[in-house]
């Protein structure tokens, strides 16, 4: 487990970092003295413990550019400050915790956030190096090339993200409910509602191309898919 500690004085960053330890959780911790230094960091972390008041790159702002490369973070934040509650509820906050730390309060919600990053790493995630971006496999509906750029079309986030990738690369990442039904389609057969020898609709109203060399094998998949525990999400 990855754990980033942001707070600009020393003494509590370390204080922090040494209750993170005393929980003996198996992790690795980064400490982190400005919220600069964390997003050039560039790296992922499972659960992110932030201050808010600090010099140059609050905490706030700091969330703000996590959420925007990492959805699924668990975010933290310790602050002496109780009027900020509502930006971090904004950010989709795990807790709020205020200084000073009560240590039982800070190990309970330790222990939640370390139950929450388990339930998260049994989902499958699709990873785009070139936006340092995770994505949720279970919101992708479809991807689509076109030209040199992928395009990838979400469910819950109800948008679509524009990449430089090729489709054979992200088809080796994505799991067994995704489906190559074209050279420019991979769709997720969750969000399948019917189809034809030609194309296949989904539950947005969106039609892909199905190439017809690959329908009678698209149609063997998609019903092992049904068949064998494959949820539809119409």
Not at 48 to 72: C, H, P, S, W, Y
Not at 172 to 185: I, V
Not at 208 to 234: D, R
């Amino acid at each position: 487990m990855e754990i980033a500690v942001l707070e600009d004085e020393k003494i509590i960053r370390e204080h922090i970092c040494a209750l993170i330890k005393k929980q003996e959780l198996k992790s690795h911790i980064e400490p982190y003295a400005a919220g600069e230094e964390l997003i050039a960091s560039g790296k992922q972390f499972d659960i992110v413990f932030l201050d808010i008041q600090m010099e140059g790159m609050n905490g706030i702002e700091t969330a703000r550019r996590l959420r925007k490369r990492q959805e699924d973070a668990v975010l933290i934040f310790i602050t002496g400050m109780k009027e900020y509650v509502f930006d971090a509820l904004d950010l989709y906050a795990f807790q709020y915790l205020l200084k000073p730390l009560d240590e039982k309060k800070f190990a309970e919600v330790l222990e939640r956030a370390a139950r929450e990053v388990g339930k998260k790493e049994d989902k499958k995630y699709l990873f785009i190096k070139t936006r340092n971006l995770t994505l949720d496999q279970t919101d992708i509906m479809y991807i689509e090339s076109k030209a040199k750029k992928v395009e990838i079309h979400t469910a819950k986030a109800k948008k679509t993200i524009e990449i430089y990738a090729s489709m054979d690369e992200l088809e080796s990442q994505l799991g067994e409910e995704f489906y190559r039904c074209h050279r420019a389609y991979i769709v997720n057969m969750a969000y399948i509602t019917e189809y034809d020898s030609e194309s296949i609709t989904l539950t947005n109203g969106d039609r892909i191309y199905l190439a017809k060399k690959k329908y009678k094998e698209f149609v063997k998949t998609y019903m092992w898919h049904l068949q064998n525990g494959g949820v539809s999400s119409v």
